[in-house]
DNA sequence: CGTAGCTTTGATGTAGGTCAAGAAATGTGG
DNA sequence: CCACATTTCTTGACCTACATCAAAGCTACG
């Protein structure tokens, strides 16, 4: 794939005009591609001087480990999301991330990426804003854990996941396709397994959405909204904000 | 105060060796100081061309309000934070921010912050890594509210608290001035202001730490870093990490 | 075609919420 | 420096959303 078509180029120019001399820094730190198995940690809570990723193709997520065995799923990396920069800036790692479908990603090298944004603040800028976009999301999740009912954290979340998607084309307002489980979902909302099936059935049974046979169908789109009171603009941005 | 003494530069001299080329852009951005009264949003969700501030003394909340009235807390604001990058970023403000002592704080205009980072990209990369640690405080709330106790949690929030106040000197291990109600530790823990009071009681009784008259003391540090599961490491940074 | 991970459902338990009301602290104007 | 108002704290009684436990039916794939 050019590089100029990569998701992470795509999703980078959302927000930023990238001169050819920012692609060419980009193609640096977007060297080695490995592909990853399901199951295998690609980062671990501890590990010191941790590359970064950038995902290519397949769902990763990142979590954390409590001493009682529970785990919190703190955000999911989809095709063109950035995975471990906090690592790579703290030098060591905070969380874990595990794919959960198999998946394509390149390292990016510590160095080459603090070259890259000597060389080209504007590639800096977009990286923050894509970093500041990602914590925005984790904020949002914070307020639906904290304040928010099983059942409306529930459609906030496939809502969003939803948006997220249609920003690299893996989503339309009918739907997409989702490999999550139900334990999945439920150790990123905060809740039980048990509980979460209560609420996908619950939604089933109000027509507004489907979670099933991997696949998300929204039966009634503005009827989700409304309940998860979901601000469809904090996602979209219209065009690049920098120029 | 001289720009090297701030608080916000001694935050970011920490991880990266700042010349005085990046201090002289440092200057740039941090120009117009202002005294906000408490009580008065400094930010608030859906304004426009934000700026955004640099905190030089008092404590601000960022949080976000619900359909139903309620709120959930999402971080604090010390002296040396910095206030509304996202804001920023995305050209819109997706929080509010509410000073809850009195707060000076200097303004940064968005064209400043770019234009520095343009003009000495260490000074991006340490703000990149600022904000990246404000993201992993916001990580560590949200796992704890999905997966911690109330006790637990609160003695988490606490801790922390009292680590990021310690690095600028506001704070040791015998404890903290802190000028949060019950009711803002309510909104940030996502518990009722009523449990929080149990849950302080219950800490108090147990000899492990008091919350009153504006002070949490610790009275038995490591218990409540046990109780709390909490790594001392990830808001400490020996030196500056990137040379 | 077996076995391991998912999903579904029922029964029961509990952490934390809500309501209510008094006590203490804090602020404000005279 | 006091009286009054307002917020903040504290506690008790009761309730509910969600957890836990248990067990049966699915899917899938090696």
Redesign the pocket.
């Known amino acids: 794939m050019d590089i100029q078509d990569s998701p992470f180029a795509r999703k980078l120019a959302a927000f930023v005009q990238l001169s050819s001399a920012d692609i060419g820094a980009m193609s640096d730190v977007y060297k080695r591609r490995r592909k990853v198995p399901v199951g295998r940690d690609m980062v671990y809570q501890g590990q010191k001087d941790q590359a970064a990723y950038i995902i290519a193709s397949g769902w990763v997520c990142s979590y954390k480990m409590l001493p009682g065995g529970?785990r919190q799923i703190v955000d999911f990396q989809l095709p063109g999301d950035f995975l471990g920069l906090r690592s790579v800036l703290f030098r060591t790692a905070d969380h874990n991330a595990l794919p959960i479908t198999p998946v394509e990603a390149s390292e990016v090298l510590p160095e080459d990426l603090l070259n890259a944004f000597t060389a080209t603040p504007r590639l800096a800028t977009a990286v923050l804003w894509a970093a500041s976009r990602d914590e925005a999301m984790v904020v949002e999740n914070l307020v639906s854990i904290g304040r928010?009912?099983?059942?409306e954290?529930t459609a906030h979340f496939l809502l969003e996941l939803g948006a997220r998607l249609k920003l690299v084309g893996l989503a339309d307002k009918t739907g997409y396709k989702c490999p999550?489980?139900?334990?999945?979902?439920?150790d990123t909302l905060?809740?039980?397994?048990?509980?979460?099936?209560?609420?996908?059935?619950e939604l089933r049974e109000e027509n507004l959405l489907i979670?099933?046979?991997?696949r998300v169908t929204f039966l009634n789109f503005e009827a989700v909204v409304a309940l998860a009171d979901f601000d469809r603009a904090y996602l979209d941005h219209d065009g690049p904000l920098l120029r």
């Open positions: 529970t928010r009912t099983a059942t954290r999550l489980s139900q334990y999945l979902l439920a905060g809740l039980s397994a048990v509980h979460i099936n209560r609420v996908l059935r979670f099933q046979g991997g």
